[in-house]
């Protein structure tokens, strides 16, 4: 059995569903396709949860129920069972809506059980053209088979109950269409698995079965070794190992959601990201084969919109238990570190945090750290924003006498100042906090750099072969 992955892009209308219809036919193999919402209407459902905060967005609401309702006349799939589910989904939306205007807030749980409707909705609309068109899927309900605990809106999987539910209910004779993106908690409410989450859907489903591969087709050809948005001459990744693939995926590239990554590691899984408008072009194939390119870096990628934090004091040098104290401190407050680095004497901690949760982070350090800032053993809480986390990555840069230090001098020619660095002992990724500013010139230049053949052809011609020319042909051989 295979497992293929859909995203909005690929079932944004009717046209491009067929599409996906004749991709899903041409597999000869037993196939579970889980799918995304159309575009745009995961985004609509959280507006609307906004919205009916002041007001009951009632036309907005019909709106978005006719789009579902079109389309499915367009697909020519449209049935008393499918109205009826229609009717259902968009009544119950509307009494949401209600609740929410009259209590004049909304709450997590409301925003997971609203976003989610998304894709049920896609879902069911697929599965009907599909019996149309006489592919035989049966339905696969994530939100009954899919269980992860946590928050509402990002759940962390529950992976032996998951794989138990999949595994009993799952017959791999069979195709299916599955909704991606929903899940439900031990308490059976719905929650998600975050934006971007029906890629891990589709992986879940993929480890649970032990599937032959992945596939999870976008719009975009695979993962290109840098942001094409940015640099114009962007190129196509054909091999990365699941370790490239998850490393480039955190630090920006949006082609494929990083914790897709981890239930495809255990099975050695292959997965495949593939463009739903050009299904003959090969993509990105992610596993565990060795690469031929001599390249060391893979790719070049960016986190935007970065804060940093500084804590320092002589009372922290060779004291115990500093580190452990800063790192529960924002873990307690709910806050993800996404860089670290430390002087050696053990003088300062600076630890990079998305820009947005600074004023939290400075509460929770500074309360943390109270007795120590009032007796003058540390220093107040120091930050910085504006920032960008540059990041080379690739599996070969380990033991590349030189590489760092070409990083530095390519950055420093160009003008532009590193204000800290890291640098794990794999040597598989390399970061840098530059100036956010910089940002996209700092992409440019490494890329044209790592990536680009600044070679020219010229013509040489020698008259005579004295000591000169006898001395040039012998360091040409």
């Given at each position: 059995?295979?497992?293929?992955?859909?995203?909005?892009?690929?079932v944004?209308?009717?046209?491009?569903?067929?599409?996906?219809?004749?991709?899903?036919?041409?597999?000869?193999?037993?196939?579970?396709v889980?799918?995304?919402?159309?575009?745009?209407?995961?985004?609509?459902?959280?507006?609307?949860?906004?919205?009916?905060?002041?007001?009951?967005?009632?036309?907005?609401?019909?709106?978005?129920?006719?789009?579902?309702?079109?389309?499915?006349?367009?697909?020519?799939?449209?049935?008393?069972?499918?109205?009826?589910?229609?009717e259902?989904?968009?009544?119950?939306?509307?009494?949401?809506?209600?609740?929410?205007?009259?209590?004049?807030?909304?709450?997590?749980?409301?925003?997971?059980?609203?976003?989610?409707?998304?894709?049920?909705?896609?879902?069911?609309?697929?599965?009907?053209?599909?019996?149309?068109?006489?592919?035989?899927?049966?339905?696969?309900?994530?939100?009954?088979?899919?269980?992860?605990?946590?928050t509402?809106?990002?759940?962390?999987?529950?992976?032996?109950?998951?794989?138990?539910?999949?595994?009993?209910?799952?017959?791999?004779?069979?195709?299916?269409?599955?909704?991606?993106?929903?899940?439900?908690?031990?308490?059976?409410?719905?929650?998600?698995?975050?934006?971007?989450?029906?890629?891990?859907?589709?992986?879940?489903?993929?480890?649970?079965?032990?599937?032959?591969?992945?596939?999870?087709?976008?719009?975009?050809d695979?993962?290109?070794?840098?942001?094409?948005?940015?640099?114009?001459?962007?190129?196509?990744?054909?091999?990365?190992?699941?370790?490239?693939?998850?490393?480039?995926?955190?630090?920006?590239?949006?082609?494929?959601?990083?914790?897709?990554?981890?239930?495809?590691?255990a099975s050695?899984?292959?997965?495949?990201?593939?463009?739903?408008?050009?299904?003959?072009?090969?993509?990105?194939?992610?596993?565990?084969?060795?690469?031929?390119?001599?390249?060391?870096?893979?790719?070049?990628?960016a986190?935007?919109?970065?804060?940093?934090?500084?804590?320092?004091?002589?009372?922290?040098?060779?004291?115990?238990?500093?580190?452990?104290?800063?790192?529960?401190?924002?873990?307690?407050v709910?806050i993800?570190?996404?860089?670290?680095?430390q002087?050696?004497?053990?003088?300062?901690?600076?630890?990079?945090?998305?820009?947005?949760?600074?004023?939290?982070?400075?509460?929770g350090?500074?309360?943390?750290?109270?007795?120590?800032?009032?007796?003058?053993?540390?220093?107040?809480?120091?930050?910085?924003?504006?920032?960008?986390?540059?990041?080379?990555?690739?599996?070969?840069?380990?033991?590349?006498?030189?590489?760092?230090?070409?990083?530095?001098?390519?950055?420093?020619?160009?003008?532009?100042?590193?204000?800290?660095i890291?640098?794990?002992?794999?040597?598989?990724?390399?970061?840098?906090?530059?100036?956010?500013?910089?940002?996209?010139?700092?992409?440019?230049?490494?890329?044209?750099?790592?990536?680009?053949?600044?070679?020219?052809?010229?013509?040489l011609?020698?008259?005579?072969?004295?000591?000169?020319?006898?001395?040039?042909?012998?360091?040409?051989?």
């Open positions: 059995m295979i497992v293929l992955k859909f995203g909005g892009s690929s944004a209308n009717a046209e491009r569903i067929r599409q996906v219809a004749d991709i899903v036919s041409n597999k000869p193999e037993q196939k579970l889980v799918v995304s919402a159309l575009k745009g209407v995961t985004d609509a459902l959280k507006e609307l949860v906004q919205e009916s905060i002041q007001e009951i967005p009632t036309q907005k609401i019909i709106d978005l129920k006719q789009r579902h309702e079109d389309l499915a006349n367009e697909l020519n799939c449209s049935n008393t069972e499918l109205g009826n589910y229609f259902e989904t968009f009544s119950y939306l509307q009494k949401i809506c209600l609740g929410i205007n009259a209590l004049g807030e909304s709450t997590e749980r409301v925003e997971a059980l609203v976003m989610g409707l998304g894709e049920k909705l896609s879902s069911r609309i697929i599965h009907s053209f599909f019996q149309v068109e006489g592919l035989n899927f049966n339905y696969a309900d994530s939100e009954q088979l899919i269980v992860a605990n946590g509402f809106l990002v759940a962390s999987l529950d992976e032996e109950k998951t794989y138990s539910n999949i595994n009993s209910s799952i017959d791999k004779s069979t195709n299916y269409i599955a909704p991606g993106f929903i899940a439900s908690n031990h308490d059976a409410k719905p929650v998600t698995l975050g934006r971007g989450g029906s890629d891990y859907s589709a992986a879940i489903y993929a480890g649970a079965l032990n599937a032959e591969r992945l596939e999870i087709w976008s719009d975009v695979g993962m290109l070794n840098a942001n094409p948005m940015i640099v114009k001459q962007a190129k196509m990744i054909q091999n990365l190992s699941y370790e490239e693939a998850f490393e480039l995926s955190y630090f920006g590239a949006k082609v494929l959601y990083p914790p897709t990554i981890r239930p495809l590691v050695n899984i292959p997965l495949e990201l593939k463009n739903t408008f050009s299904p003959q072009k090969e993509g990105t194939r992610i596993d565990t084969s060795e690469s031929f390119d001599e390249n060391p870096v893979k790719g070049v990628t986190l935007s919109n970065v804060g940093l934090l500084n804590i320092s004091g002589i009372g922290m040098a060779n004291q115990k238990g500093y580190a452990k104290r800063v790192f529960e401190s924002l873990e307690r709910g993800s570190v996404i860089l670290i680095t002087c050696c004497s053990e003088h300062s901690i600076c630890v990079g945090i998305e820009q947005q949760v600074l004023d939290l982070a400075i509460a350090l500074s309360s943390e750290f109270e007795f120590e800032i009032s007796r003058g053993l540390l220093n107040p809480v120091e930050t910085d924003s504006d920032y960008s986390i540059i990041a080379l990555i690739g599996d070969k840069m380990i033991n590349r006498i030189g590489l760092s230090g070409k990083v530095f001098s390519v950055l420093g020619e160009n003008g532009i100042n590193i204000k800290a890291a640098q794990g002992a794999s040597e598989r990724n390399i970061s840098v906090v530059i100036n956010k500013t910089n940002e996209h010139k700092a992409i440019n230049v490494l890329h044209e750099a790592f990536f680009t053949e600044n070679t020219k052809k010229i013509h011609y020698i008259a005579g072969k004295g000591n000169v020319g006898t001395a040039f042909f012998g360091m040409i051989q």
